[in-house]
């Protein structure tokens, strides 16, 4: 199974902090995010991974192919149209993933405790599904406003059917974790929302939706935060309870 991260974007809330570089390469508990990532994907047993660059691609390709150790194998798809939406980017994967591959989905910018990885890419897929990660511990996300919202019911013990996803929810049960496991049909149902002028990620994900084919894992007490505005990097403790296991050596 690949691990496919998402680097193409500028981090245009994070201008004042980046001066010019990938995002993923800001150092936060005096780690870079990539590495926090990348350290993650590392303990969950996954050893090839797929990076979507853009701005600044040599930048960040440059540094991954002098630090990842050669235990991790890394592969760059670059997309020239980085300034767009961020499915555009995630349709930039396709060519990397092959045809009966199930692979993770994630965002240079979310930095999560490896369990969380482990849990998602454990999960069986049926025909045509996607799992998105969850959180239902509405009250301990920063900046909720700007969270990504999930409707969804249960349907079994472990999982719940997503019924649409949304910034501007009022009613709603969970937060888009920015983890996901899909299969190659994925991209088929990506390419045509893009076509027909919806591009975002969370576009191609609502038409997944309405198929009934979108699933949802709750990921109870894990931890897990969206760095993509300067405040987000003023939550020392959870970043610390995060990135606590990059203390126990690995990518640095």
């Known amino acids: ?16 902090r980046h001066n010019g570089i990938p995002k993923t390469l800001l150092k936060i508990g005096g780690n870079r995010i ?42 760059f798809c670059r997309n020239p149209q980085w ?31 490896p369990e969380m990885l482990r849990i998602t890419a454990n999960t069986p897929l049926e025909h045509n599904q996607a799992v998105l990660a969850i959180d239902f511990k509405l009250s301990g996300i920063p900046d909720i406003d700007d969270g990504m919202k999930v409707k969804c019911m249960r349907t079994d013990s472990e999982r719940y059917r997503i019924t649409g996803l949304d910034k501007k929810f009022t009613d709603y049960q ?25 591009d975002s990620l969370s576009d191609a994900c609502n038409v997944y939706a309405g198929l009934g ?24 403790d959870l970043i610390d309870r995060i990135t606590a296991h990059m203390r126990g050596g690995g990518i640095r």
Not at 179 to 197: A, N
Not at 213 to 232: A, H
Request: charged share 20%; with cysteine; proline share 2%.
């Open 1 to 16: 199974m690949k691990a496919v991260i998402i680097a193409a974007g500028s981090g245009s809330r994070l201008e004042s």
């Open 34 to 75: 990539i590495d926090i990532i990348l350290n993650s994907i590392q303990q969950s047993g996954i050893t090839d991974v797929v990076v979507v660059t853009g701005y600044e691609a040599q930048t960040l390709e440059d540094y991954l192919t002098s630090s990842v150790p050669e235990s991790l194998c890394i592969q």
């Open 83 to 113: 300034n767009l939406s961020n499915g555009v980017s995630v349709l930039t994967a396709e060519q990397a993933v092959e045809p009966d591959e199930e692979f993770i989905l994630l965002m240079s910018d979310h930095i999560f405790e």
């Open 174 to 198: 969970a937060i888009d974790c920015g983890m996901f496991k899909l299969s190659h049909s994925f991209f088929s149902v990506l390419r045509q929302s893009i076509q027909d002028g919806r």
């Open 213 to 236: 084919n979108m699933t949802g894992i709750d990921i109870g007490g894990l931890q897990w935060i969206d760095l993509d505005t300067p405040e987000m990097f003023g939550f020392n």
